[in-house]
């Protein structure tokens, strides 16, 4: 099963901190910001399913942040706020936010807000659009991946790296972001471990793993998923 992901922004680093854990427990890909001109960024790098946005930030605020996605994204959006105001509602879901939930909140029912609203739009389906590279194909539906139609056996944590690197193609992962993505943490020899499994996957999935294809190497950055065009 494709894990959803969602973009948590908020320039309280200890809200943001514990909104990801949350959503971390509950299975989700959590990608961060600390203000709008991050938010923006990392919607157009990360293409998050869902968006949970402060209003009241230095700089671009949630409101302006929300304009200006939506003038050409349909990404869901749960504005955050301190204040609990009907004309702040109101001007905020008229902008195009989905939902609005008022501080002190509980983390719980944020996450519960957020696989509501992807269960209604139905995002998780939209995402799941089988991947090719030449004779490899990503199925993120079936959770398979096979090369020339055979398919591949790979442990879940091999599948997770395939999935986080061919759904953003062309990005470069460090180490340490694969190891975050992919165990929810890091720990003491992760470079090591994550060096392993990419070695293990070119053995599976590289006609010559010496040299790769799919699973290349940015050298003193991490790795990316190269080439993909995704399957009308």
Not at 109 to 133: G, H, P, S
Request: charge should be negative; aromatic fraction near 6%.
């Amino acid at each position: 099963m494709v894990q959803n992901s969602v973009l948590l922004v908020d320039d309280d680093a200890k809200l943001v901190k514990l909104l990801k854990i949350y959503f971390e427990k509950d299975g989700f890909i959590a990608y961060t910001a600390a203000d709008g001109i991050d938010a923006l960024m990392a919607v157009r790098d990360h293409r998050p399913d869902i968006l949970v946005l402060d209003l009241m930030m230095p700089g671009i605020d949630g409101w302006e942040v929300c304009r200006r996605l939506r003038k050409d994204n349909d990404i869901p959006i749960i504005m955050l706020t301190a204040r609990d105001e009907e004309s702040d509602r109101l001007v905020g879901l008229e902008l195009g936010a989905d939902d609005y939930v008022t501080k002190p909140f509980s983390p719980k029912e944020v996450v519960a807000r957020a696989k509501a609203i992807l269960r209604r739009t139905n995002r998780a389906v939209l995402r799941k659009e089988a991947i090719k590279i030449g004779g490899l194909t990503i199925d993120m539906d079936s959770y398979q991946v096979s090369r020339d139609g055979q398919v591949v056996e790979l442990t879940p944590t091999e599948f997770k790296i395939v999935e986080l690197l061919a759904t953003n193609p062309g990005k470069v992962y460090s180490r340490l972001q694969i190891a975050e993505q992919v165990h929810g943490y890091t720990f003491e020899g992760y470079e090591r471990t994550i060096d392993a499994h990419i070695k293990n996957l070119r053995r599976k999935l590289e006609a010559n793993p010496k040299e790769p294809v799919y699973i290349q190497t940015v050298y003193g950055m991490g790795y990316k998923l190269a080439g993909v065009a995704k399957d009308e």
